[in-house]
């Protein structure tokens, strides 16, 4: 029974420190979401400015000229694997258009996306290893990969799509509000490597639902600078498209991270690129106790 119960407080323990981490854990610069939370009673800031442009080959459709300001405000709240964050993106747009030898440009600014959600962490792989301690019999198990590594942290993800008014952005017959969902993954790899994949449902309730997959692959290349490589696909009826993003994060102290980062796309209507900076601040309230 005293066996039982050491075991109990052991788990308990270990779930409650199972998110927080001792530096700031910033989701940025890449699109996909972490499976961890932030951490209870942390508030975390991730902003991004990027300019780009999304160019068409036919004439008939403007190009167009982007500069965005990207933002994730994520908090850790009631227990350790619960978050809550609202993104989003808010642009400024040129459109020129050539016609009869003529070029008309329109300008305008509008939010692209704003999302506030949940997310909660399902399973953790960590918590079993470390109530299960190093093996005392086997330096294979203790040092070499095994099955189990492959077994990833699990989190689902539920909020709600938010744009209102007149915004150029929605297409025709779109809600103030829709639904997005989705599984988020995350393999950490040795010390070194993280691997991340979202599936996402985005507006799934509307005339032209979305559904996207993005896998990011991270490498700390030194002890305060990691690199990272994105691919995110989406499946519409409205806009169909395969992206590639790279960039490199770069650690300033244990709350405050900075990154730059591009994509390019891999198609010719539009023929999009973007290239930003950003920084990702942390509050750390976070009660050990």
Same mark, same amino acid.
């Given at each position: 029974?005293?066996?039982?119960?050491?075991?109990?407080?052991?788990?308990?323990?270990?779930?409650?420190? +199972?998110?927080?981490?001792?530096?700031?854990?910033?989701?940025?610069?890449?699109?996909?979401?972490?499976?961890?939370?932030?951490?209870?009673?942390?508030?975390?800031?991730?902003?991004?400015?990027?300019?780009?442009?999304?160019?068409?080959?036919?004439?008939?459709?403007?190009?167009?000229?982007?500069?965005? =300001?990207? =933002?994730?405000?994520?908090?850790?709240?009631?227990?350790?694997?619960?978050?809550?964050?609202?993104?989003?993106?808010?642009?400024?747009?040129?459109?020129?258009?050539?016609?009869?030898?003529?070029? /008309?440009?329109?300008?305008?600014?509008?939010?692209?996306?704003?999302?506030?959600?949940?997310?909660?962490?399902?399973?953790?792989?960590?918590?079993?290893?470390?109530?299960?301690?190093?093996?005392?019999?086997?330096?294979?198990?203790?040092?070499?990969?095994?099955?189990?590594?492959?077994?990833?942290?699990?989190?689902?993800?539920?909020?709600?799509?938010?744009?209102?008014? #007149?915004?150029?952005?929605?297409?025709?017959?779109?809600?103030?509000?829709?639904?997005?969902?989705?599984?988020?993954?995350?393999?950490?790899?040795?010390?070194?490597?993280?691997?991340?994949?979202?599936?996402?449902? #985005?507006?799934?309730? /509307? #005339?032209?639902? /979305?559904? +996207?997959?993005?896998?990011?692959?991270?490498?700390?290349?030194?002890?305060?600078?990691?690199?990272?490589?994105?691919?995110?696909?989406?499946?519409? #009826?409205?806009?169909?498209?395969?992206?590639?993003?790279?960039?490199?994060?770069?650690?300033?102290?244990?709350?405050?991270?900075?990154?730059?980062?591009?994509?390019?796309?891999?198609?010719?209507?539009?023929?999009?690129?973007?290239?930003?900076?950003?920084?990702?601040?942390?509050?750390?309230?976070?009660?050990?106790?």
């Amino acid at each position: 029974m005293k066996l039982k119960l050491i075991s109990l407080i052991t788990f308990i323990s270990l779930t409650v420190n +199972a998110q927080y981490t001792d530096v700031i854990n910033s989701n940025r610069p890449g699109e996909s979401f972490g499976a961890y939370s932030v951490g209870i009673n942390v508030l975390q800031f991730e902003t991004g400015l990027a300019f780009g442009q999304d160019n068409h080959v036919s004439p008939l459709i403007p190009d167009r000229t982007l500069f965005e =300001y990207q =933002y994730q405000i994520r908090y850790g709240l009631v227990v350790e694997r619960l978050e809550i964050l609202l993104d989003g993106t808010f642009a400024n747009v040129e459109d020129q258009l050539l016609r009869g030898g003529t070029q /008309t440009t329109s300008n305008f600014s509008n939010f692209e996306s704003n999302t506030l959600g949940v997310k909660y962490l399902l399973y953790d792989p960590n918590i079993q290893k470390k109530i299960d301690g190093p093996n005392l019999y086997s330096w294979k198990k203790n040092n070499l990969p095994q099955w189990s590594d492959l077994i990833p942290a699990v989190s689902i993800y539920a909020g709600v799509n938010l744009n209102f008014g #007149d915004n150029p952005f929605k297409f025709e017959g779109e809600p103030n509000a829709s639904p997005k969902a989705a599984i988020i993954t995350q393999h950490n790899i040795g010390s070194k490597w993280v691997f991340v994949s979202n599936l996402i449902a #985005d507006k799934p309730t /509307t #005339d032209f639902p /979305t559904y +996207a997959g993005i896998f990011t692959l991270t490498h700390s290349i030194y002890k305060k600078i990691g690199v990272f490589a994105e691919f995110q696909t989406y499946i519409s #009826d409205l806009y169909s498209d395969e992206i590639l993003r790279g960039g490199v994060a770069f650690l300033a102290g244990k709350n405050l991270q900075i990154d730059v980062s591009g994509l390019v796309n891999f198609k010719d209507s539009p023929e999009r690129w973007r290239a930003g900076i950003g920084i990702s601040y942390r509050i750390d309230m976070h009660d050990s106790n």
